[in-house]
């Protein structure tokens, strides 16, 4: 079976500050691990995933993503935070039942001036 | 390019109403995925097609919900009868090619549902 914990439900950061949102993973199999962006009533935009290769991944908007096999980790990170960051974050992993995604909670990030 | 089309944006039924939601994906993507969102909390996975042929419908509580992709498009997943519990949204996503676990998936807006 694969999980996803992601810890912080809510955090929140100073403009021009460092983001930092962690997803730990468990898998049975090489995991596929995704983060995802969602802003109010919008559906679900792909920041960045990871399949194979190089564990450093970059996404869109300025994030990127570091893979640790050792930690089961994938924590998402962003040098300076914009107020258009402002939004829900999922991690998401994937590979032991071909397409489907499964889900962490979420971890809502606030951004203040 | 268009994304993933999804109608209605938002109903609101009384309990043991029936209602529909009805999907659009993207042009030329075979697979099709509807999760269900519950407040706080990430997707689940309800049903996979690809193509026309439900691959995964192991998390549809096949009691109430059914669904189906006539011709491989669009999909329509219906709930009947609906109640207090199934308050969420609804997404509907859609990768382009035979949903391996490596995909992108693209998801629409979502419809949010409020069971009276």
């Known amino acids: 079976a694969q999980s996803v914990t992601q810890l912080g439900s809510h955090v929140s950061v100073s403009e021009g500050a460092l983001v930092l949102l962690r997803c730990n993973y468990s898998?049975?199999?090489?995991?596929?691990l995704f983060w995802y962006v969602q802003y109010p009533n919008q559906g679900l935009q792909l920041l960045l995933k990871y399949t194979t290769g190089a564990t450093l991944v970059k996404g869109i908007n300025g994030f990127e993503a570091e893979f640790k096999k050792s930690e089961t980790s994938f924590h998402l990170t962003k040098p300076s935070a914009h107020m258009s960051d402002a939004a829900e974050y999922f991690c998401?992993?994937?590979?032991?039942?071909?397409?489907?995604?499964?889900f962490g909670q979420g971890t809502e990030l606030s951004v203040k001036p | 390019e268009a994304g993933v089309v999804q109608s209605p944006r938002y109903k609101i039924i009384e309990k043991k109403q029936p209602v529909a939601f009805w999907c659009n994906p993207i042009?030329?993507?075979?697979?099709l995925y509807w999760y269900r969102q519950n407040l706080g909390q990430g997707p689940e996975l309800l049903i996979r097609?690809?193509?026309?042929?439900?691959?995964?419908d192991s998390q549809l509580p096949k009691d109430r919900f059914s669904a189906e992709r006539l011709k491989g498009v669009d999909s329509t997943l219906k709930i009947q009868p609906a109640e207090l519990g199934d308050s969420a949204v609804y997404l509907c996503a859609s990768s382009l090619e035979s949903g391996g676990a490596w995909e992108t998936q693209y998801f629409g807006p979502g419809t949010r549902l409020l069971v009276l």
């Open positions: 898998s049975s199999v090489p995991p596929y």
């Open positions: 042009s030329g993507h075979n697979t």
């Open positions: 097609y690809e193509n026309e042929e439900a691959v995964d």
């Open positions: 998401a992993v994937s590979g032991n039942q071909g397409g489907k995604l499964i």
